[in-house]
T-cell receptor
Framework: DAKTTQPPSMDCAEGRAANLPCNHS???????VYWYRQIHSQGPQYIIH???NNETNEMASLIITEDRKSSTLILPHATLRDTAVYYC???????????FGAGTILRVKS | ETGVTQTPRHLVMGMTNKKSLKCEQH?????MYWYKQSAKKPLELMFV???????ENNSVPSRFSPECPNSSHLFLHLHTLQPEDSALYLC??????????????FGNGTRLTVT
């Protein structure tokens, strides 16, 4: 599975959009980009995933560059409850061997 | 409520004890997983079960023994653990559709302390 690179931490003002970047320059053609988050003292929570096209759901939007070497997770209106560690993972989806890295600590501040 | 319930939430055990962690999923999934999350380390995949059959053992020491009696229940039996086994143990589930898996749903974990 391809590896990912994320900034260790980011701050965001409450009510503003949070844009979390992820680099995955070695991604292969059939690998998906997944995003999960982990709020303190809880298990990871699935957010969104995509292959080539941009995706949006009730939680977030995922923007994948045309060359698929990087992506951005967008939380359109961050709240204090969005403070968490955000994990960007690249995986085939077969066997679901998700490999979690260190992620990005997002701190939403009022 | 995530649909994946883990008990107990906290467990303190001595190195000579035997205990079990329990996971139950109410999502109709057919694949279940154990992950370990140590302090300051990323999540590590331990075991994977597909349709009650173990399909992945990520070089886990034999003092950890998983059991999957049916698609809804998963256990992790613990014996003669070491202090370095203290960690958050997370259970997850997904649907395996011909090898393609739905995203994982995680429980909130069992915080294990080995004294």
């Amino acid at each position: 599975d391809a590896k990912t690179t994320q900034p260790p931490s980011m701050d965001c003002a409450e009510g503003r959009a949070a844009n979390l970047p992820c680099n995955h320059s070695t991604i292969s053609g059939n690998e998906y980009v997944y995003w999960y988050r982990q709020i303190h003292s809880q298990g990871p929570q699935y957010i969104i995933h995509g292959l080539k096209n941009n995706e949006t759901n009730e939680m977030a939007s995922l923007i994948i560059t045309e060359d698929r070497k990087s992506s951005t997770l967008i939380l359109p209106h961050a709240t204090l409850r969005d403070t968490a560690v955000y994990y960007c993972i690249v995986s085939l989806g077969y066997g679901n061997k998700l490999v979690f890295g260190a992620g990005t600590i997002l701190r939403v501040k009022s | 409520e995530t649909g994946v319930t883990q008990t107990p939430r906290h467990l303190v055990m001595g190195m000579t004890n035997k205990k079990s962690l329990k996971c139950e999923q109410h999502l109709g999934h057919n694949a279940m997983y154990w992950y370990k999350q140590s302090a300051k380390k990323p999540l590590e995949l331990m075991f994977v079960y597909n349709f009650k059959e173990q399909t992945e053992n990520n070089s886990v020491p034999s003092r950890f023994s998983p059991e999957c009696p049916n698609s809804s229940h998963l256990f992790l039996h613990l014996h003669t653990l070491q202090p370095e086994d203290s960690a958050l143990y997370l259970c997850a589930s997904s649907t395996n559709m011909g090898g393609i898996h739905s995203p994982l749903h995680f429980g909130n974990g069992t915080r294990l302390t080995v004294t």
